[in-house]
């Protein structure tokens, strides 16, 4: 296999073969000549965010959406459609940056519909619960 090695200014083409080198040429090393700077294409316009679930999904006149104070994956939903629910009470668990958050009740109320499921990946925002 051929080499080129600079050393001390000097580069040496060598050719080594089965643990021998050979020296093939001796040089003067200079300075590679300055690289056209690439032409580059303007930036694409940023594709658009994925939406989450539609908004018609959820019923807001219905009542008090609970969002998610954070992205992250929903690790439990501790109640269901129609339950009683009060003020404090772990509505679901929601795992960001590999911490559980608790998403509590902040009133006491029925709920109305539950927006998420176990397993589902929500944006901060997003609504969970609504309460009524």
């Not at 080198?21 to 580059?40: H, K």
């Not at 998403?103 to 029925?110: H, L, R």
Request: with cysteine; aromatic share 2%; net charge negative.
């Amino acid at each position: 296999m051929k080499y080129k090695v600079t050393l001390n200014g000097k580069t040496y083409e060598v050719e080594v073969e089965a643990g021998k080198a050979v020296l093939l040429d001796e040089y003067e090393a200079c300075a590679p000549a300055p690289a056209a700077a690439p032409v580059t294409a303007a930036p694409a316009a940023p594709a658009p965010a994925s939406a989450p679930a539609p908004a018609a999904s959820v019923n807001l006149a219905d009542g008090e959406p609970v969002n998610s104070p954070m992205p992250g994956n929903i690790l439990s939903v501790n109640i269901k459609q129609g339950d009683k629910v009060k003020a404090g009470q772990v509505l679901a668990v929601l795992e960001a940056m590999k911490m559980e958050t608790e998403i509590p009740a902040p009133k006491d109320g029925t709920v109305v519909q539950v927006v998420t499921s176990k397993g589902a990946v929500v944006e901060t925002g997003s609504p969970l619960v609504v309460l009524a």
